[in-house]
């Protein structure tokens, strides 16, 4: 199982793993621990759950614009 997260810092969408304690974000460094973090979504697999994170990307910049 995948989660998708938010990163506590810069609100960027995280893949983790569900045995990963932590995810370092990729866009701002910060260590983003894994159980405190915002959950938005959940996959099978590490594609399925890249593919959620675009999606919700997507859906975020839509309401964002308007
Ligand atoms: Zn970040």
């Known amino acids: 199982m995948y989660l998708v997260i938010?990163?506590?810092?810069?609100g960027q969408f995280l893949?983790?793993?569900?045995?990963n304690k932590s995810r370092r974000c990729f866009y701002c460094g910060e260590r983003v621990v894994v159980s405190r973090a915002k959950r938005v979504g959940r996959a099978e697999t590490s594609r399925e759950a890249s593919a959620l994170a675009q999606h919700l990307k997507l859906e975020r910049a839509k309401r964002k614009t308007g």
């Not at 938010?6 to 810069?10: A, V």
């Not at 893949?15 to 045995?19: F, R, V």
Request: aromatic content about 0%; charged content about 30%; glycine content about 10%.
């Open 15 to 19: 893949i983790a793993g569900e045995k």
């Open 6 to 10: 938010l990163c506590s810092r810069c």
